[in-house]
């Protein structure tokens, strides 16, 4: 397939290109390619579990937006399994955040038990470079989800290279358009693409991006021997909803910026966090890192009971999990397992209006009894 590369545009317009087709008298983005088999000749393509070219259409896309090469996956967890099971090695050192993304502890801990790995938790917001002494990798999520604290790539990847470690950073809050792990040091970097980068709440998909071609290599005989890949469908849709990604994300930030506003004028609202904000803690290193900010903010209500009420007496707040959609969502995280607060929720500010979505959570919030 034939792509012309979007290097120098800004976000719109690559979003807009990247990874379309330039064949004369074909559809502007070429529609998905189902097949098991292939005719063989003269082409890499022979099996559907080793490769397709609607994955590749929307690998040249996501590789051209984090600054390398990507390899996609059937989900955001398949991404970080296929990472950590191509890199690991009996007894090593492994880094994680200890308040990032939850099923990839209990991956570690249920399922890399026979490794023997010495597994270091480590908080977003913690000392990190005690931490990555005599590690072999090391994961970050930055900022971190649920809780949305944020840690410097640039410094971490170079006291952890310093110690020979490889270093992958989660991307998924931030997105290929929010943040450039590749460019801050990271050797990969991971995405569930499920969430902003797909962003219509109606497929489940992942990728790993890097600029190492032995990493690349891996990557791929990883996926197609664990068979961890994606429907050509669920490529071609998340391509099609890349191309609306700066769109969708000015307005769920400028959203999360009205309703982190409105927000602060709740005293029962407590630790109120969106990176965004120069309110918030995070926000000097996030602005030095982040080249923008999404629609995710954390808060928490007094009880679950209070998160329940609020829901109740919302026109537009819909109860659901994952983020990064049209609706804006409100997920109370302890029923996942998240060690926050029961009161403790994330909400994911979609593309709906901000005076709508402020005067909802207002009549929420008052109409609410705790
Ligand atoms: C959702 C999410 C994942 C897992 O992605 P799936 O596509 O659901 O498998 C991993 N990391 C973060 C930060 C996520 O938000």
Request: charged share 20%.
């Amino acid at each position: 397939m034939a792509t012309e590369s979007t290097h120098g545009w800004s976000d719109g317009t690559r979003c807009v290109h990247a990874g379309e087709s330039t064949v004369v008298g074909g559809p502007l983005l070429a529609g998905p390619t189902f097949a098991a088999p292939y005719r063989l000749g003269e082409t890499e393509y022979y099996y559907g579990r080793a490769d397709n070219p609607t994955w590749r259409a929307l690998e040249s896309a996501l590789g051209e937006l984090d600054g390398g090469e990507a390899v996609l996956f059937s989900s955001g967890m398949a991404a970080i399994t296929t990472v950590l099971r191509g890199v690991l090695k009996q007894g090593d050192t492994l880094v994680v955040p200890a308040d990032g993304y939850y099923l990839v502890r209990a991956y570690v801990r249920d399922e890399l038990a026979g490794l023997d790995l010495d597994v270091r938790a480590v908080p977003t917001a913690g000392s990190w470079h005690d931490a990555v002494r005599g590690a072999g990798f090391v994961l970050l999520e930055t900022p971190s989800n649920p809780g949305l604290d944020v840690c410097d790539i640039e410094a971490i990847a170079r006291a952890a290279h310093a110690e020979g470690a490889l270093v992958a950073v989660d991307n998924t809050t931030a997105t290929p358009l929010g943040q450039r792990p590749l460019h801050l040091g990271a050797d990969l970097v991971v995405c569930s693409d499920t969430k902003a980068v797909a962003g219509h709440s109606d497929l489940v998909l992942g990728h790993v991006s890097t600029r190492d071609d032995q990493l690349l290599a891996r990557l791929r005989a990883g996926r197609t021997a664990g068979g961890a890949v994606p429907g050509a469908f669920e490529a071609w849709l998340a391509h099609r909803g890349l191309g609306t990604l700066d769109l969708r994300l000015e307005r769920q930030a400028s959203n999360a910026a009205a309703l982190y506003e409105a927000l602060r004028e709740y005293p029962d609202v407590c630790g109120l966090r969106w990176p965004g904000s120069p309110h918030d803690p995070a926000h000097e290193i996030a602005s030095k890192q982040m080249d923008r900010f999404g629609g995710v903010l954390s808060f928490e209500l007094p009880s679950e009971a209070a998160v329940n009420s609020v829901l109740a007496n919302s026109r537009v707040l819909t109860d659901a999990t994952s983020f990064g959609g049209l609706h804006t969502t409100l997920d109370r995280r302890t029923r996942w397992g998240d060690p926050v607060p029961e009161g403790f929720v994330r909400l994911s500010a979609g593309c709906e209006n901000a005076a709508d979505l402020v005067a909802d959570l207002r009549a929420a919030l008052d109409a609410s009894t705790w």
